[in-house]
Structures are given as structure tokens and as C-alpha cells.
């Protein structure tokens, strides 16, 4: 069985400041992982992955995100914020089949 | 169309009554998904269609849902006698190539069954 936990529901940070959301993974086979966004009123859209090489990944909107494979971890962090980045953001796994498995979600509230 | 489209944006019903929901997935898009996503809670697979055949349904909860993709493109979700614990944000996604997580999501379907 495989599972993906965020530690944390809510992150409240001031604009400008750095943040990280984390995200720990349970599988007993090599997986990809994901992070979605979600912003208000929005589908989910993908903002980085992690297939295979480099364990530091960027994506959009100057995030990015390290695959730790010994601490089956895959923190997501951008060094300053912005009020728009106010949104949900969703930890998921694929272990190369069919089905994205993903976290509980942590809302990310920027406050001015 | 641009993305990923889904009917109705939202839907109210009573309990016991029959509901579809719509998806319109993005064109050449052969893998199309259907997620469910409860409040405060993460997006929980349903199934997994590749081309017409449903590959995956181990997600369905139970016999009262069903999803059909009879020519490949647009699919259907339906849900018989519906219960309170239905309600929901029903999510469709779709994807070029199946195993990479690479989904493109709509914008939900929100079903609150009264």
C-alpha cells in the first residue's frame, strides 16, 4: 500500500517570507512524486515533479522541492512569498500505474 | 476545447435520486480519471479510463456508481440513489500518457445531496 501524509493543514506566513510545506511518502516501490495547486475556485493544477535524476526539482511560480529518498520525504519551499500564492497545495505519488495517490492538503494563507 | 470541462458546476439533489455528471476532457487525451474530494480532505481516486474500457474502477465505493466512456472522449459518471455521503467535489482529469501522473484537471462537479 502506499500513502502520501502532510504534516501540515494550514501554514500561515507573512508575504515575502520564506516557507516550506512538507510532505512524507510510503511506498514499497520507486515512485513519482507531484505537487498540484489549487487556488480558489480553480481545478488543480500541477506545479512540479520528480521522475528520475536530479532530487531538486523546480517548477512554476519559483517553487521547488527536494526528493529525499532515505527520509521518503518531498518538502515543497519558495524563499518569498506572495499573496497570490495563497492557495491549497496537494502532495500526490505515482508508482507508475494508473492511479495518483495524494495528501491531505495544506492551505497556504500569505498574509499581508 | 482549452481544458479539461465539467457539467454541471454544481448540483443539488435529494437523497435517493439518480445524478450524471459530465466530463469533456482535453482533445487527444487518451487516459481520463475521475477523483472524488470530500471537505478538507485530498482528492480520492475512482477510476481510470484508457481509451473506451474502464482500466481501473477499484475506486468506486460501491455498485450505485458508474462511469461510462463509450466513444473515448467525453465520459459520464453516474450515481444511483444517491446518499448524504455522497456529497462532494467530483474531479475529472486527463492525461496524453497513463502512468506519470501528469493529469490535467477541471474544475470539479460540487454534489451536495440533501
Known amino acids: 500500500a502506499q500513502s502520501v501524509t502532510q504534516l501540515d493543514s494550514q501554514v500561515p506566513v507573512f508575504e515575502e517570507a520564506p516557507v516550506e510545506l512538507r510532505c512524507n511518502y510510503s511506498s514499497s516501490v520507486s515512485v513519482y512524486l507531484f505537487w498540484y495547486v489549487q487556488y480558489p475556485n480553480q481545478g488543480l493544477q500541477l506545479l512540479l515533479k520528480y521522475l528520475s535524476g536530479s532530487t531538486l526539482v523546480k517548477g512554476i511560480n519559483g517553487f521547488e522541492a527536494e526528493f529525499n529518498k532515505s527520509q521518503t520525504s518531498f518538502h515543497l519551499r519558495k524563499p518569498s512569498v506572495h499573496i497570490s500564492d495563497t492557495a491549497e497545495y496537494f502532495c500526490a505519488l505515482n508508482n507508475a500505474g494508473n492511479m495518483l495517490t495524494f495528501g491531505g492538503g495544506t492551505r497556504l494563507m500569505v498574509k499581508p | 476545447g482549452a481544458g479539461v470541462s465539467q457539467t454541471p458546476s454544481n448540483k443539488v439533489t435529494e437523497k435517493g435520486k439518480y445524478v450524471e455528471l459530465r466530463c469533456d476532457p482535453i482533445s487527444g487525451h487518451t487516459a481520463l480519471y475521475w477523483y472524488r474530494q470530500s471537505l478538507g480532505q485530498g482528492p480520492e481516486f475512482l477510476i481510470y479510463?484508457?481509451?473506451?474500457?474502464?482500466?481501473?474502477d477499484s475506486g468506486l465505493p460501491n455498485d450505485r456508481f458508474f462511469a461510462v466512456r463509450p466513444e473515448g472522449s467525453v465520459s459520464t459518471l453516474k450515481i444511483q440513489r444517491t446518499e448524504r455521503g455522497d456529497s462532494a467535489v467530483y474531479l475529472c482529469?486527463?492525461?496524453?500518457?497513463?502512468?506519470?501522473?501528469?493529469?490535467?484537471f477541471g474544475e470539479g462537479s460540487r454534489l451536495t445531496v440533501l
Open positions: 479510463f484508457q481509451g473506451t474500457g474502464a482500466a481501473d
Open positions: 482529469a486527463s492525461s496524453q500518457r497513463q502512468g506519470t501522473g501528469e493529469l490535467f
